[in-house]
């Protein structure tokens, strides 16, 4: 298992809602990405935060939003809830911003379910 | 929109042959990688391949990659129950390299 840890595991919103998910990054790694995995697909890159500030962003909508910490931990903020949102939310922490040089250990996901 | 194209998408064999699953994609890249996801986990790190590279072994399993067709193949040898899963490959473009574009995945499962 990677030392990443999100929370919470599982969650159930309500369409319209606003929800934050929660990611603790490795230890020592400054680089947080997150992703968004639907059913039966690929994991879908939504943006990296290195150092505290925005460094890259897939094609989400801006109510998808984030925040590092000085801790290196990281938030995902979704606001007005659709039903599409409901997927696996997955973190990963590497030690690069540069992700595709690096190895990426992912937390175990938070699974989204909006109604 | 996704990068890596994994073919075959499942994959079901038994215990102790070999499983072969290949990836393409489209544009140029730095590296590619290879990850393993149980049943709707978090993603586990195989293997990464950078583009000057032709070919990497880890334990069972090997990685190829040929530029040239913009594809990549990983087999696991000798395969065992626990190997069942499905493997992505992802990919960081070679103008934005934080942006890891994933595969739909190849579901393989391995029949004790």
């Known amino acids: 298992e990677t030392g990443v840890t999100q929370s919470p595991t599982h969650l159930i919103k309500t369409r319209g809602q606003q929800v934050t998910l929660r990611c603790s990054s490795q230890?020592?790694?400054?680089?947080v990405s997150w992703y968004q995995q639907a059913l039966g697909q690929g994991p879908q890159f939504i943006f990296q935060y290195y150092r505290e500030e925005e460094n890259g962003r897939g094609n989400f909508p801006p109510r998808f939003s984030g925040l590092q910490f000085p801790n290196y931990s990281s938030e995902l903020n979704v606001n007005a809830l659709e039903l599409d949102d409901s997927a696996l939310y997955l973190c990963?922490?590497?030690?690069?911003?540069?992700?595709?040089?690096?190895?990426?250990?992912f937390g175990p996901g938070t699974r989204l379910t909006v109604t | 929109s996704q990068q890596g194209e994994e073919d075959p998408q499942a994959l079901s064999i038994q215990e102790g042959e070999n499983a072969t699953m290949n990836c393409s994609y489209k544009?140029?890249?730095?590296?590619l990688q290879w990850y393993r996801q149980n049943s709707g986990r978090g993603l586990v790190h195989l293997i990464l391949?950078?583009?000057?590279?032709r070919e990497k072994h880890s334990g069972r399993l090997r990685v190829t990659l040929d530029t040239s067709k913009k594809s990549s193949s990983l087999l696991i040898t000798a395969s065992r129950a626990a190997d069942t899963a499905s493997y992505f490959c992802?990919?960081?473009?070679?103008?934005?390299?934080?942006?890891?574009?994933f595969g739909a995945g190849t579901r393989l499962t391995v029949k004790p």
């Open positions: 391949i950078r583009s000057n590279e």
């Open positions: 544009t140029s890249i730095n590296n």
């Open positions: 230890s020592g790694h400054n680089t």
């Open positions: 992802a990919t960081g473009a070679y103008y934005n390299n934080n942006d890891m574009r």
């Open positions: 990963a922490s590497s030690l690069s911003r540069t992700s595709g040089s690096y190895e990426q250990y």
